[in-house]
Each structure stands twice: as structure tokens, then as C-alpha cells.
């Protein structure tokens, strides 16, 4: 590599490097990673409600045991984007350095409220008779289908509730003699008046201009559009192939994927869980546990296939070594041992294929996934679910989704084994070289 392209890479990694520490990025990325337990705890829920329960009850008592399900339901998914708002709020201000995080992660939630529709229509239990109802909160409002909303109100309301706060002339001193949770309390009593007024306001023009409400106008304007994009096929093989290649320059696929997929790929988990749970057809096959399941087996890169090629044919001794050591993290997904100790890193041949093999399985999982040839996955199964397990998982007890996964994981094998050829003859070179230097 010449002085320039040295240059222009560094300069890209650097650039590359910033978005990833950008601060609401981070606060994003951060707050979902806090409230992703309550996801797969819905997820499990699911699976007993679904494959379990069924299989050790029937009739009525099976309707009444699977109220352990729903419960678990209504307090994780149905309140998605509630739970998502205020941990924003806080991780937000607290990276912006703000004295009073718990503060601003309340105006938060109190703001989300505040932008609710005040009317819904509401169905009886048996579906028959519809009546406008006020002074409740919906589930539609509050869960999966509110989550972009959640988002962005944490941020904006965040941003404004700290912009205000740094005003003196906003605060409240109360003096020294106060108790400090007092005093902050009072410090951001002003600022979190006028801001949550403001979205009262919005919330006011809305209803009488369009007669919508704020979280309907994201929903339609912002986040399905977002999520089309998003979690299309060829763009998530886009975005997702992106991440990687930035993986290859020693900069974490998080920069991507955690900012611009996950929000979306865990919505449509949800959305699939919610379904499979009331007995409909799950929406979508791009779920972040098809993810998972299919196109990270081993971690980012889908290099369990590559440590099985080292372990199987390489002859090449420093390779063998990085491949025991990476094998049994990699069962769990863990494949920075791999990726920083062979490494795949700055290692043009190795690049390739893992850039590329992820995007392939990717295809061939949705196609197979379409045709009905493996069922959807409708359980958020944790990211370190080992694979052939994490399939099984994923899609509630089809046995065809480990052999997809054992399928994909042969074909990854053969694609990287000739670039791990051509990278030990590299290394040797290399090796070569400097002992002649």
C-alpha cells in the first residue's frame, strides 16, 4: 500500500471511527443493549406458551396456563417502546454529561405519555362492538409499533430538557442547607416544564391541523418507510455486508448494524413474537434471530465455518493455534480471537469470504425461508446462542432450521477454504521475508 491509499484508509478509519462514538448512536445502541433481556425473556415466553405448554396440556387448562405467557407479553413487548424511551432519556444525558440522568430518563417517559392519542377506539372481547374510549393507554401505542417513536422522543426530548438545564437563569437554588436530590430535582424544574410543554403544544397543533397524534405521524412518515429499507432484503444484505467490510478494518460492525439494522431486525422479532403468540402468520423473515440463526454463525463473519476449515485442513501451525484457541468462543459467537489473532483484519484474502458468505447465507435462508422450506423465526434468542441450537430456538422447534444451519455451515467451509490457502502461503511470504530483512 502506497503513501496516499495509507493515508485515504487511515483517514477513512477515522471517519468511520467518529460514527461509531457519535453520541446518540451510542445512547442508542446502549439502551437497547439494557433492555434486550426483557426481549428474550419474551422470546422464552413465547417458546413455552407455543411448543411447551401444548405438548404437556390441552383444552381449557392449556388457554389458562398460557395466561403465563401473555402476562410476561404484556410487561416486555407490549411496552416496548415505554421501556425504550426513558432508558434513552438517561443514557443520553448521562453521556452528555448531565448532573441529574434519572431526571431527564423521567421527563422522557412523562413526554411519551404526553404525545399518546387522548381518544382510541377500543374492540370488546369478542370483537363485535367498537366504542371510543379516553383516559387509557393502548398496548398498540406503548409496544413494538411505538418503538422508532420511543427513539426519537428520548433523544429530542433529552436534547432539549439539557439544553435548558444549562441556562442559569432557569435554575432554582435553593442553597447549600438542601438535600442534593432536592436540589437537582428543582435545578431542572423549570427546564423540564417548558420542554414537556413544548411537545404538549405539538401535541395540540397535530389534533386540531391533521387530526393525528405524533406517535401515529412517525409511525407512518418516518419509521415504516426506515424499516423498508432497512430490513429489505438487499438493502439489509447492504447495510449488514457494510458493517463487516468496516469489521475488516478493525472498526466493530456495531458502527453499523447496532445504529441502522438492530432497531428494525429486533421490531420485526417482536412483531413475529406478538403474532406466533396470538396464533397469526409471523410478517417478516428478516428478524435480528434470523440473524443470528443463519448469517453469524460463529460471530460477525460467520467464522465458525472458518475454524472448522483451519482445524480440518490447514497444516499451517500458527493458524492451528489461533483456531483452538478461537473454537470455543466461537461456539458462542465470540470470534474476536479469530478476527484480531489470525487475523482477518487488514488481511486482504481473508476479507472476502467474510464479507461475502454472510450475504450468501443470507439469501439462501430467506429463500428457503419464503418457500416454506424453514419456518420463520418467531423467538429472540440471545446473540450467544451457539449455532444449530440458536435455529432450533429461533423458529420455536422446526427441526429443518439446525439442518439449514449445519447446511450453510458445510457451504462456508468450502468458500473459505481456498482464501485460507491463499492467506498461509501469504503468511509464509511474509514470514520469509522478514527473516531475509
Known amino acids: 500500500m502506497d503513501g496516499k491509499s495509507s493515508k485515504r484508509m487511515d483517514k477513512f478509519v477515522e ?13 442508542l445502541r446502549d439502551s437497547f443493549a439494557t433492555i434486550m433481556p426483557l426481549f428474550i425473556l419474551a422470546g422464552l415466553a413465547v417458546l413455552v406458551n407455543s411448543v411447551i405448554f401444548p405438548f404437556l396440556f390441552e383444552g381449557d387448562f392449556l388457554v389458562t396456563v398460557q395466561q403465563f405467557g401473555t402476562a410476561i407479553t ?47 377506539s377500543i374492540s370488546s372481547v369478542t370483537g363485535d362492538v367498537e366504542i371510543a374510549a379516553t383516559g387509557v393507554l393502548s398496548f398498540s401505542n406503548l409496544g413494538t409499533s411505538s418503538m422508532f417513536a420511543g427513539i426519537i422522543i428520548g433523544l429530542v426530548e433529552t436534547e432539549l430538557l439539557v439544553f435548558l438545564s444549562k441556562r442559569k437563569h432557569l435554575k432554582i437554588n435553593l442553597g447549600e442547607d438542601v438535600p442534593p436530590a432536592v436540589s437537582k430535582s428543582f435545578n431542572v424544574l423549570i427546564p423540564a416544564i417548558l420542554s414537556i410543554s413544548v411537545f404538549a403544544v405539538l401535541a395540540l397543533v397535530l389534533n386540531i391541523t391533521l387530526g393525528t397524534d405524533l ?20 438493502g439489509y444484505i447492504f447495510l449488514y455486508s457494510f458493517g463487516n467490510f468496516l469489521f475488516t478494518f478493525g472498526i466493530h460492525q456495531s458502527v453499523i448494524n447496532g445504529s441502522f439494522t438492530e432497531p428494525f431486525m429486533t421490531q420485526n422479532i417482536n412483531d413475529n413474537m406478538l403474532a406466533f403468540a396470538n396464533g397469526m402468520e409471523p410478517p417478516h423473515i428478516l428478524t435480528v434471530s434470523f440473524q443470528t440463526a443463519f448469517a453469524q454463525m460463529g460471530g460477525t463473519g ?12 490447514s497444516k499451517f ?27 482477518i483484519v487488514f488481511n486482504i484474502p481473508m476479507m472476502i469470504p467474510f464479507v461475502c458468505l454472510p450475504a450468501l ?7 428457503a425461508t419464503s418457500i416454506g422450506l424453514v419456518s420463520k423465526t418467531v ?22 432450521a439446525p439442518v439449514l444451519q449445519i447446511l450453510l455451515i458445510v457451504l462456508g467451509v468450502i468458500i473459505y477454504l481456498p482464501f485460507l490457502k491463499i492467506s498461509e502461503k501469504v503468511s509464509i511470504k511474509q514470514a520469509e521475508l522478514a527473516r531475509d530483512f
Request: glycine fraction near 6%; aromatic fraction near 8%.
Open 15 to 27: 471517519i468511520a471511527s467518529k460514527v461509531g462514538e457519535q453520541i446518540h448512536l451510542r445512547s
Open 74 to 120: 404484556n410487561g416486555t413487548l407490549n411496552i416496548a417502546g415505554l421501556l425504550l424511551c426513558p432508558t434513552i432519556g438517561y443514557f443520553l444525558s448521562r453521556n452528555r454529561n448531565f448532573e441529574n440522568p434519572i431526571s431527564a430518563a423521567i421527563m422522557a417517559l412523562a413526554t411519551l405519555i404526553v404525545m399518546m392519542p387522548l381518544q382510541l
Open 215 to 234: 406517535i401515529t405521524l412517525i409511525v407512518n412518515l418516518i419509521q415504516e418507510p426506515l424499516r423498508g429499507i432497512s430490513t429489505s432484503l438487499f
Open 302 to 313: 460467520a467464522t465458525i465455518s472458518l475454524v472448522i476449515a483451519i482445524l480440518i485442513f
Open 317 to 343: 501451525k500458527p493458524y492451528r493455534e489461533i483456531a483452538k484457541l478461537g473454537a470455543a468462543p466461537s461456539l458462542f459467537e465470540i470470534n474476536e480471537p479469530i478476527i484480531f489473532g489470525l487475523p
Open 361 to 367: 447465507q443470507t439469501l439462501i435462508a430467506y429463500f
Open 379 to 400: 423467538v429472540l434468542v440471545p446473540w450467544i446462542t451457539p449455532p444449530v441450537i440458536s435455529g432450533w430456538l429461533a423458529t420455536a422447534g422446526d427441526w429443518r
